[in-house]
């Protein structure tokens, strides 16, 4: 690759950053020469601070900008976004002016609440009631043509890389990446004729005429959270998500997969499914992933116990709140 210029950064810190983590950030951005920003669209390069729930949120946060941006996580360890630790940041940046790096573009939803307020997401854009295991009912249009009216617990559209996120325990296929589409997944629909449906990824997807008991949320990423009252229009961005990768040891992802190899022959459907959404979205307590997938609590507990047992996930305890656990994947 190119070297890259390097002039101008925008340091995104994830919600469990301390401030010591924070202040070493700035001091490496310094001491390397670069101005820190606070416009994403107008810097050479975006660092996010943090595990993949925060490397999302960095992605939320910069909006339609296609500026690369560089996971870097906390203490000596990687994730499926990130490549480098904190530790290695320094020398992860000389890297990038040497042109030692590789580019991965996925691609990017838009989706506009109502006609005003606007998300972004890598995997998914979900609607759903606020509580769960309501039904919802809604209509679907794909360029203007009405495709179905249904009555469902929700409704996503996802990426190629979304489809083997919360689309794929929703029913979905799974879709290479790299393949020019979307898929539109109806999730628990009272009617078996709706099916997973994919579509070219020029098309315009509105949701509309959105209602049920509660006030229901179009969700991005399984983070970003929004109240609709009457549609949803998503669409495939223009501009698509750049991750910078200048580490050649293994990802996470890469580790998983090899000990999930022992393991799948056995493994619980809820385990593995509990194991993905950790490994997309970062730690969570227990009643993050119930409410994430839906499960109900026992099952998630049981998945976690299983997931445990067998080494492939840890647990951790909030540094604000000893009561509050965390769970995590093993490293």
Not at 39 to 55: E, H, Y
Not at 177 to 196: F, Q, T, Y
Not at 200 to 228: L, M
């Amino acid at each position: 690759m190119q070297a890259m210029p390097l002039d101008r950064v925008y340091v995104w810190v994830g919600r469990h950053v301390s401030g010591e983590e924070a202040r070493e950030v700035s001091s490496i951005v310094a001491a390397h020469g670069m101005m820190q920003v606070e416009d994403p669209a107008s810097a050479d390069l975006v660092l996010a601070i943090g595990d993949d729930r925060d490397i999302l949120d960095a992605i939320q946060a910069v909006g339609d900008s296609d500026t690369p941006i560089l996971g870097v996580s906390l203490g000596n360890s990687v994730s499926y976004l990130s490549s480098i630790s904190l530790d290695e940041l320094g020398s992860a940046l000389e890297m990038l002016r040497r042109g030692e790096y590789e580019l991965a573009t996925h691609a990017r939803l838009r989706g506009v609440v109502d006609g005003s307020t606007v998300v972004y997401a890598m995997n998914e854009i979900a609607v759903f009631p606020s509580r769960s295991a309501t039904l919802m009912s809604y209509e679907l249009l794909v360029d203007g043509d009405l495709v179905w009216m249904d009555r469902a617990d929700g409704v996503l559209v996802a990426t190629p890389l979304g489809s083997t996120a919360y689309a794929l325990s929703a029913g979905g296929a799974v879709v290479l990446e790299g393949a020019r589409v979307l898929e539109v997944v109806p999730v628990n629909s009272v009617d078996p004729s709706k099916r997973p449906l994919i579509v070219p990824d020029t098309s315009r997807i509105v949701i509309k005429n959105v209602s049920s008991r509660h006030p229901c949320e179009v969700v991005a990423d399984g983070g970003k959270r929004v109240k609709v009252r009457r549609e949803v229009t998503i669409s495939r961005s223009e501009r698509p998500i750049r991750i910078v990768k200048v580490s050649s040891r293994p990802s996470v992802r890469e580790t998983l997969r090899e000990k999930i190899a022992a393991e799948a022959a056995d493994m619980p459907p809820s385990a593995k499914f509990v194991l993905k959404m950790l490994e997309l979205k970062g730690p969570m307590s227990a009643r993050e992933i119930a409410e994430l997938t839906l499960l109900p609590e026992r099952t998630v507990r049981y998945a976690l116990s299983e997931l445990l047992r067998r080494g492939l996930v840890r647990r951790s305890t909030s540094l604000r709140d000893a009561r509050q656990v965390y769970y995590e994947l093993a490293r």
